[in-house]
């Protein structure tokens, strides 16, 4: 249920699954919500950023950035004039180490990548971050095997969730994690449960590792 899925070096790649959204894969609609990734997630560093954000553009980032050009400046990556934003998209190296982890202005526009280096994307400012998730729980998959990370919102976080969703029916949602972008699902229809879940090849630790550092613990 992911386009290009990714997560920054710290945890690996994930996948997400979200209620009322349908994935993407190399630029095709998915058949189902289940994840196909088998990349096993790393060890989490506590705590962590989260941040859901509409995706405005992407591109692969198979073409190298000229040389001087490698677009990692932190001015460029969340300027407010969008035709900054799309020549630092242009050029952003997403293989180079990320000065930005972790750091970027939630209320601010985002270039970033992937956790593969494989896709560029301009995000807009942050629909909601962190402090709009009440808890983050690890679960055995009611859908599958292995196991789940499970987000409820809290009341506001619920509502703008809900609105969020609502106004943006086939538009993309960016889940960012420590900037880097590890899912970019396609909204499918308004989602006003206030809950949504992360899924991957989890075992019982990995999820709870990723539990505690959402959580903050």
């Not at 180490?97 to 942050?126: A, F, I, M, N």
């Not at 709009?132 to 409820?152: F, M």
């Amino acid at each position: 249920m992911a386009r290009k899925q990714a997560l920054p070096a710290v945890i690996a790649l994930l996948a997400v699954v979200l209620a009322g959204c349908t994935s993407k894969t190399g630029g095709e609609a998915g058949p189902s919500a289940s994840p196909t990734e088998t990349s096993r997630p790393g060890p989490v560093v506590s705590p962590v950023t989260l941040e859901f954000r509409k995706v405005v553009a992407e591109a692969p980032a198979n073409t190298p950035a000229p040389p001087g050009t490698a677009g990692t400046g932190i001015a460029g990556r969340q300027a407010t004039d969008q035709n900054v934003l799309r020549a630092t998209m242009s050029t952003l190296d997403c293989k180079a180490e990320d000065p930005l982890r972790g750091k970027d202005d939630p209320k601010l526009p985002l270039v970033t990548c992937d956790h593969d280096g494989e896709v560029r994307y301009l995000l807009d400012p942050s629909a909601l971050s962190k402090p709009d998730v009440d808890r983050a729980e690890a679960k055995a998959n009611p859908n599958g095997t292995g196991w789940i990370v499970a987000l409820s919102f809290t009341s506001s976080g619920a509502t703008k969730w809900a609105d969020f969703t609502t106004k943006n029916v086939q538009q993309q949602v960016a889940v960012v994690v420590d900037t880097r972008v590890i899912s970019a699902p396609q909204i499918q229809s308004p989602i006003t449960g206030g809950n949504t879940e992360i899924t991957g090849n989890f075992t019982v630790d990995e999820a709870r590792r990723l539990a505690d550092a959402l959580n903050g613990d």
